[in-house]
């Protein structure tokens, strides 16, 4: 195994060819978001003495009102909390559907699935719940104290990033649609320019009322009630009490060894444990043998993902959903072996069955209505890494670009289409049915080198989050690279639309896999974002990388 520890490498620039930036060392603390101004804000905290949650939960509000386009009190929120000695707590506040909705329904009006935007997409959002109970349970600091700088972003404006200009021209038709989300988002008719100043003061009004009167002013106050009326008179599935009903989970997370090293990721209603599926199967490769991002290595990887996502197509649902035997077995190492044996080291697959495993899940003629949707997704995470040692990965979303594009009006408020991940099979687990929470694509993550914290990062994309944690790790725990070059190295994305490559896999290895029979083709912005925050156990120093295909930055004091 390569040491996982490496600190700075050899001769700046040519010894970090995979990077173009240094890591980002720090003792105090250290922050990395894809905002700079969520970066500083979470310094700031840090600063003030400060936990890793006060700052993480600061970062995730600023960056709910200054990356719009991916996040927003209207999404979901997991975490992982690392405590110095090792401890974990998962988070899961992602939200359900309302108590009334139905698979039946939705065929009978017609849908063959959940249209992606409207209120028909949107279920309860989770993320002012989770900054309320990461606060409670383990910060230091007030949720109202934790939201100033956010309201001030949204009160006096900011000026918009340039990838985020970018998402959001993108998506201006669908805004348009809506006359609340136009007028809201669309100030003058279109987008906000880069470096262009935006402000939101309906929202600012809204996070005011949540830092006066907490998580009750959200699920139960004036915004529950405009919230609910709202999507009432738009034929959604939720309403006001649905949202006051509302509480997100604490949950043990998943965790599996790999490299000397205990890789621990969220379980469903999240993708994660897809991840230590892959871990398991790639295992018994010599990855370092076959070269990174060499055509054997990146088919490797390919057709490991293949295998662990049939798996998440056929069983991933809602926590109460999913059977433990089935869960325990999905992330076993026998499991894995038997798995493994399906891949040809010369071949890509035409078709991937699920596994065998205690519960059936439907045959694919039996889905009548389709398997689980697949989606870029719209996403931040975030790492915070105190001086203490405690350790936070965050990541929340709206799922697509401003999610639902519903805009209760006077809220400020762009609602999730968490929804549209749900299918309309009745026999699927992971079917609309009341109060479900949907097959969700969010996973931060942890490692631990010797039961401490060692790695918490987040690899931001919807379906390319597992591929991209996969990724990230084999290029520290195989090839030894920091956490900036790990984050940096160009990534694949399979898919149903084949392999798609970043401009630095080099020609022979394109070569290698189309003759392999994969469909190989460029591809841009479907590669995710990378946050990541190493802890070197010798020196106490905390290494910070943040991805360049993001406005983000790493930073610590």
Not at 123 to 141: C, K, N, Q
Request: proline residues 7%.
């Amino acid at each position: 195994m390569a040491d996982p520890r490496p600190i700075i490498p050899g001769d700046r620039p040519s010894g970090n060819p995979r990077g173009t930036r240094s890591v980002s060392l720090a003792r105090g603390g250290m922050i990395a978001t894809s905002q700079p101004l969520a970066s500083s804000a979470g310094l700031d905290v840090l600063r003030r003495g400060g936990n890793a949650v006060d700052a993480a939960v600061t970062a995730a509000a600023v960056l709910a009102v200054i990356e719009p386009t991916m996040t927003g009190i209207g999404g979901d929120l997991f975490a992982i909390v690392c405590e110095p000695d090792g401890r974990l707590h998962g988070l899961n506040a992602s939200g359900p559907t309302g108590r009334g909705a139905s698979c039946e329904s939705l065929v009978r009006a017609g849908h063959t699935r959940i249209p992606s935007r409207g209120a028909l997409a949107v279920t309860v959002p989770g993320a002012v719940d989770g900054w309320s109970e990461l606060l409670s349970r383990h910060g230091t600091i007030a949720l109202a104290d934790a939201l100033q700088p956010a309201i001030g972003y949204a009160r006096d404006g900011f000026p918009v990033c340039e990838i985020v200009a970018g998402q959001w021209r993108d998506v201006e038709a669908a805004l348009a649609a809506d006359a609340t989300a136009a007028e809201v988002f669309l100030p003058g008719g279109r987008a906000p320019r880069a470096g262009e100043m935006f402000r939101n003061p309906s929202l600012s009004r809204s996070l005011e009322q949540i830092a006066s009167g907490g998580r009750d002013a959200f699920y139960r106050g004036p915004l529950a009630r405009a919230i609910g009326a709202h999507l009432a008179s738009r034929g959604g599935l939720i309403d006001d009490a649905d949202l006051a009903a509302y509480s997100a989970r604490w949950v043990e997370p998943l965790r599996t060894t790999f490299r000397g090293c205990e890789v621990c990721e969220m379980s469903p209603n999240t993708q994660g444990f897809v991840v230590l599926e892959m871990l398991n199967i790639l295992e018994a490769f010599d990855l370092r043998a076959l070269g990174h991002n060499t055509a054997p290595y990146l088919h490797a990887i390919a057709e490991a993902k293949r295998l662990a996502f049939a798996d998440r197509d056929a069983y991933l649902a809602d926590p109460d959903c999913v059977e433990a035997s089935a869960l325990a077995a999905l992330v076993s190492k026998e499991y894995a072996s038997d798995r493994r044996r399906s891949i040809d080291p010369e071949r890509a697959a035409s078709e991937v069955a699920c596994g065998a495993l205690p519960v059936r899940p439907p045959e694919a003629g039996e889905r009548t209505h389709g398997a689980p949707p697949t989606g870029s997704g719209d996403t931040v995470c975030l790492s915070v890494v105190d001086g203490r040692g405690m350790a936070v990965s965050l990541i929340q979303s709206l799922f697509e670009s401003f999610g639902s594009a519903v805009v209760p009006p006077g809220t400020g408020i762009a609602l999730q289409n968490r929804g549209s991940l749900f299918v309309l099979d009745p026999r699927h687990p992971n079917r609309l049915g009341p109060g479900k929470r949907p097959l969700h694509t969010l996973i931060p993550a942890m490692v631990l080198r010797d039961g401490l914290p060692f790695l918490s990062f987040g690899v931001m994309g919807g379906d390319l989050q597992p591929q991209g944690h996969v990724q990230v790790l084999l290029n520290m725990l195989e090839f030894g690279m920091t956490v900036q070059e790990a984050g940096e190295a160009a990534r694949i994305r399979h898919s149903a639309d084949g392999l798609a490559v970043e401009s630095g896999i080099d020609p022979e290895a394109r070569a290698g896999l189309m003759a392999r029979g994969h469909r190989v083709f460029e591809s841009r912005g479907v590669f995710g974002g990378f946050q990541g925050i190493g802890i070197d156990r010798r020196t106490g120093v905390l290494m910070g990388g943040s991805d360049p295909r993001k406005d983000g930055l790493a930073i610590g004091f």
